[in-house]
């Protein structure tokens, strides 16, 4: 099994647990060891859909301002801990990869196999999603098609994103490639970077 197929599947069944509950609030049940790579996938799969359907949930027109101010929050917190997960998953790699001799003239990828990994997850909701809307008894048979379409174009998507994340996981593991991870500085989260948080604490 390939990586990239492997990631899938583990996508898949954490995107299926979610929406057993479909809560925000449900506790997640990670089935795999911790610190292992398949605990870091299934983790990283839930904070995507617990992070989705928050954003569904801020878009309510008609939803206190209170309650929008506190999701807010939940948002900002987990598009952190997405980074901080994304950063550890890219440290394993590292350091499987840490005694590969790297040719002279290899390349570094535009992004790092985490973050490609990042968006395969988030394709995986994408995917679930459309397939809902492709499946509504109570939408139009233009709805349905449009969607239908969409979902095409998203499993192609997944496809190629596939290959491509496995095509760069053996050029690093045959030091075609190098990988350079930069540390995401999110500065409206740090104190001691965002003006309006230094200032009022200062």
Partial sequence: ?????????????????????????????????????????????WI???????????????????EALAIKRRIDKSNQDRTDLVELIDSFFLDKYKHVKVLEDATINTESPAWAIDRLSILELKIYHMRQEVGRADASDVHRSK???KLNVLLEQRKDLSAALDQLLLDIRAGRKYMKVYKQMKMYNDPALNPVLYGKNG
């Fill in 1 to 45: 099994m390939n990586f990239s197929e492997q990631c899938y599947h583990i996508f898949e069944q954490a995107t299926q647990a979610y929406h057993a509950t479909d809560s925000v609030d449900a506790a997640v049940k990670n089935p795999y060891p911790v610190k292992s790579i398949e605990f870091y996938l299934y983790l990283k799969n």
């Fill in 147 to 149: 969607c239908r379409n």
């Fill in 48 to 66: 995507d859909a617990v992070q989705w359907h928050l954003e569904d949930i801020i878009r309510n027109p008609q939803i206190d301002p209170v």
